[in-house]
């Protein structure tokens, strides 16, 4: 019995395998929005300002961290907790394949959301005229909050690695 439960629950790995590719779903998505934004920018770029400018230029950058992250995400998360990927010998891999713990995936995804909260907090701070002085505090401690969260995580990982 007690076989057949280390089996099975070995074996429910396997269920993580449509969440990733289900963010390889949500990547196209992004993707898909990612390429509206251009659509729509192109005919208007010679008559926008160049403060409205950075703006829709900031949140394409925005998107291609986010896009970034599910990447990271879907293909570390995928190696380190279902199987292996098997890349072709002739086929380009990626540097950080195989090599990217769960440990430091966490490290690396609380990096992008800082990243991305950098960007968010630029862009409100672009139009901080607009925005209420209590919502730009709200923006900036909860931005900290993430800055902060992620030196403890790296603190904590530096801590187990060296306990090791």
Do not use: C
Not at 79 to 107: A, P, Y
């Amino acid at each position: 019995m007690e076989r057949f439960l280390e089996n099975a629950m070995y074996a429910s790995r396997w269920l993580l395998a449509p969440i990733y590719i289900g963010l390889s779903v949500a990547l196209l998505a992004l993707t898909l929005k990612f390429f509206q934004e251009v659509y729509h920018l192109l005919p208007h770029v010679l008559e926008m300002a160049e403060a409205e400018l950075i703006l829709v230029l900031l949140s394409m950058i925005d998107m291609a961290l986010v896009g970034g992250l599910l990447v990271m995400v879907m293909i570390s998360g995928y190696e380190n907790f279902v199987s292996q990927l098997d890349i072709d010998e002739g086929k380009e891999k990626l540097d950080w394949l195989g090599k990217m713990d769960s440990g430091s995936l966490k490290l690396k995804v609380a990096a992008s959301i800082v990243a991305i909260s950098s960007i968010h907090l630029l862009r409100v701070f672009m139009d901080a005229q607009k925005i209420p002085n209590d919502k730009l505090l709200w923006y900036v401690l909860i931005h900290m909050t993430f800055v902060v969260s992620a030196f403890v995580m790296s603190y904590l990982e530096k801590m187990a690695k060296h306990a090791h």
